[in-house]
């Protein structure tokens, strides 16, 4: 069983930067893929990026690479997507998830546990 609290969302102008963290609970955390996915209203969940449990390999959607960068410290059981050069399409509900098995970073149905989402608007 994993817990997941998201944290670090806000308000940013459009150009600027956030860094979110998610915080997990457990000891098996090292052993999970860790994605962030977002949605905006009224649209549905989309992935944003993923990261293998030793941090060696990363996926990214295409809208936002070169801007976001993924990142975790085990030792901290905690996973960080840094967001730059923000965009007024980045603003969403933000939603960290982790994945037992990690067969497929961007498929919202791998994923078994998720957090509570942190609110990110980006303003124009």
């Known amino acids: 069983q994993v817990q997941l609290v998201e944290s670090g969302g806000g308000l940013v102008q459009a150009g600027g930067s956030l860094r979110l963290s998610c915080a997990a609970s457990?000891?098996?955390?090292?052993?999970?893929?860790m994605g962030w996915f977002r949605q905006a209203p009224g649209k549905e969940r989309e992935f944003v990026a993923a990261?293998?449990?030793?941090?060696?390999?990363?996926s990214y959607a295409d809208s936002v690479k070169g801007r976001f960068t993924i990142s975790r410290d085990n030792a901290k059981n905690t996973v960080y997507l840094q967001m730059n050069s923000l965009k007024p399409e980045d603003a969403a509900v933000y939603y960290c998830?982790?994945?037992?098995?990690?067969?497929?970073?961007?498929?919202?149905?791998?994923?078994?546990?998720w957090g509570q989402g942190t609110q990110v608007t980006v303003s124009s």
């Open positions: 998830a982790a994945d037992a098995f990690g067969s497929s970073y961007s498929r919202i149905a791998s994923y078994d546990y």
């Open positions: 457990g000891r098996t955390f090292s052993s999970y893929t």
């Open positions: 990261i293998s449990w030793g941090g060696g390999r990363t």
